[in-house]
């Protein structure tokens, strides 16, 4: 995913200013808990690799004159798992840590840092979601001590079925999603949007299936074809949305997918030519960017042969930089109170992280998958076609309202 926003001079995040920050030259250690077995090794291993090429890039120059390291563990995708990565990382001197893959790995990182802050003033640790978008995150659960870069499951609902409302061919859904937090979100929502903006649409079927384990997806595929749908929404990410599409074409089940992570590893291989104009996706960026992103994704093409598609990983890196300068200070009770609120340049423009629930707000891009070539060059995964922008949305459209009551500390 990359930017039709011209990266700028004022986006300042790889321009290094000596004077602007009191401790130049200090290492930040930021900790990586991800999955790096069972199914979804393939995704958490691009996201590893994209933190630590990213890392490399912002360390040659930096507003802020400090050096990244990061710290990969593997959390096996698992709560429990991760709260012991977590003890790991914070006992290795780490006091950021990113996460993204899974709702409950990421509660599992809010409960124990609420407990740990409070216990240690002083140590504290803060939380950077580059990917975990269950609402409840930045609502009912949300925490000083966290703050999410990519928008939740509600806003890119909001974003996608404002555009299927204007496609009068949708008249039949189904839904497919994972049985987790962020895969009840995605059909709650979807049923929710489609009956408030295009109540004539009907939801002809509804599964959930389990997390990174089902891999045949065929008697799935059989019910979506004997429901008559035209579309599917699914919130699928890695190899169940690979597989499900996989499926889907060899079965010659002729329906437009509506999807949240077409790019994730696998998906492009699997959709190939025989999904030109069936899948569309929603997400803060596209492939073919441009800018500064776009001469990242090249470069990290380039080294390993891979596609850097969870490209809010440099927003990461640009709010970093950016509160670690204005705050003049690496210590994340400083860099939290710093970020509340605060307004920056990343890749895809002007962003906030809003201070009331620490959830960023940007805009969102509907991409569509065709053959690449003319404006849309980028291939992922060298397969010959790419995801095309068809929409772009300001962030007022997909903002949603928050419940969160924040309790700050002190």
Same mark, same amino acid.
């Given at each position: ?14 321009a290094f200013g000596s004077s602007a920050f009191a401790q130049q030259g200090e290492t930040v250690k930021i900790a990586w808990l991800d999955p790096l077995s069972g199914l979804m090794a393939a995704v958490g291993t691009n996201q590893l690799k994209t933190f630590q090429f990213l890392a490399e ?34 006992? #290795? ?66 974003? *996608? ?13 189904? *839904?497919?999603? #994972? ?6 979100? $995605? ?20 599964? *959930? ?33 690979? *597989? ?42 596209h492939y073919n960017m441009g800018g500064e992103i776009g001469r990242l994704a090249d470069a990290y093409k380039a080294k390993f042969n891979d596609d850097l598609y969870t490209t809010d990983i440099y927003t990461v890196y640009a709010a970093l930089v950016e509160a670690f300068v204005r705050s ?6 400083? $860099? ?22 620490? #959830? ?29 922008? $068809? ?13 969160? #009551? ?5």
């Open positions: 995913m990359k930017t039709i926003f011209k990266f700028t001079a004022a986006a300042c995040v790889l890039e912002f360390n040659k120059k930096n507003a802020a004159g400090v050096k990244f390291e990061i710290i990969g563990i593997d959390n096996k995708l698992s709560p429990q798992e991760t709260t012991s990565a977590l003890r790991s990382a914070m006992d #290795q001197g780490a006091r950021y840590v990113v996460q993204g893959n899974g709702s409950g790995p990421a509660l599992a990182i809010i409960d124990a840092l609420e407990k740990h802050n409070a216990r240690n003033p002083g140590k504290e640790v803060l939380f950077l979601n580059y990917a975990a978008v269950d609402p409840d995150l930045t609502n009912s659960k949300c925490s000083y001590w966290h703050f999410r870069f990519d928008a939740d499951t509600s806003m890119k609902m909001e974003a *996608l079925t404002t555009y299927m409302k204007d496609q009068p061919e949708i008249k039949k859904v189904y *839904l497919i999603n #994972q049985n987790y937090s962020h895969g009840q979100q $995605v059909a709650k929502y979807a049923k929710e949007n489609l009956q408030r903006k295009r109540p004539d649409i009907q939801v002809v079927g509804e599964d *959930l299936h389990p997390l990174a384990q089902v891999r045949d997806f065929a008697p799935y595929i059989a019910k979506i074809k004997q429901s008559g749908a035209d579309s599917v929404i699914t919130g699928n990410w890695g190899s169940d949305l690979a *597989l499900l599409i996989k499926s889907a074409n060899d079965a010659g089940l002729n329906v437009k997918f509506y999807t949240y992570y077409a790019v994730t590893t696998g998906t492009p291989t699997a959709m190939g030519a025989a999904s030109d104009g069936k899948v569309y996706a929603v997400g803060y960026g003049k200070s690496t210590d994340p009770v400083k $860099v939290a109170s710093t970020m509340e609120g605060m307004k920056f340049k990343s890749f895809n423009g002007d962003v906030e992280l809003r201070k009331t629930d620490h #959830q960023l707000q940007q805009g969102l891009f509907i991409s569509k998958w065709e053959k690449a070539g003319g404006k849309y060059p980028y291939s992922p995964e060298n397969t010959g076609y790419t995801l095309a922008p $068809v929409k772009y949305y300001e962030s007022y459209v997909s903002s949603t309202p928050t419940s969160c #009551q924040m309790k700050r500390p002190g």
